[in-house]
């Protein structure tokens, strides 16, 4: 008895958590742009079709997935990821999207594209995370042209709720040099601060700047 009893459970537990395979995949990925978009602020297209993976914990996954800014693709991942809360599997129309993960993003930006990054640290209040891993940032001038590439080795966005801040923290770098990079964007005394470190050069900088600035 207590042998099925034990195998009811997981069998029922594993089927719980297998109905999204069972999802419409163009509705889910309706549901996860507007999410994103809501929350970030971010416009995103996919090119491939999602899927469903169970581990290490339920999320969806993508390839080649298009990152848009005024309708231009400034940014194409090759492994997109993003977690869901296991809540409510019953209902497809109430998905939970949680934290999303960029990997092997190659970022194509240009001077007045930047503010895409900056627009992140501005995202109102939640506890989900932004991480971006093994990417590039092409910087291009006016003729598509690269000035320079920066490598991230992994960084990410999240709102740290003691601080009540918006925190940048990333691994980098840029012409071989590597280099970490901490921003932190005080809304209620409307200042950003900067930390910029590198061992490499042995050089470090810490930097205040008032929004007017």
Do not use: W
Not at 2 to 15: D, I, R
Not at 74 to 82: D, Q, V
Not at 118 to 138: A, D, M, R
Request: hydrophobic share 40%.
């Amino acid at each position: 008895r207590l042998f099925l009893a034990c195998a009811t459970v997981l069998f029922l537990s594993l089927s719980y958590f297998l109905i999204p395979t069972l999802y419409n995949k163009e509705l889910v990925q309706l549901q996860i742009q507007n999410q994103i978009f809501k929350k970030y602020e971010i416009k995103i297209k996919f090119n491939k079709r999602i899927n469903y993976g169970l581990l290490p914990k339920p999320h969806f996954i993508a390839k080649d997935l298009s990152i848009m800014r005024n309708d231009k693709e400034i940014g194409i991942s090759k492994n997109f990821k993003i977690f869901i809360s296991a809540g409510n599997f019953l209902d497809m129309n109430n998905i939970n999207t949680k934290d999303l993960i960029l990997k092997n993003t190659d970022f194509n930006i240009k001077k007045n594209d930047y503010i895409f990054f900056e627009s992140l640290l501005k995202t109102e209040p939640n506890e989900n995370k932004i991480k971006i891993k093994n990417s590039n940032i092409f910087f291009k001038n006016k003729n598509d042209e690269v000035l320079f590439i920066n490598k991230i080795a992994d960084s990410q966005f999240y709102y740290d709720q003691n601080k009540l801040q918006n925190i940048f923290v990333s691994k980098n770098k840029i012409f071989n040099v590597p280099y970490k990079l901490k921003i932190e964007n005080d809304k209620f005394n409307k200042k950003f601060y900067s930390k910029f470190s590198s061992k490499r050069i042995r050089l470090n900088i810490d930097n205040e700047f008032d929004y007017d600035e």
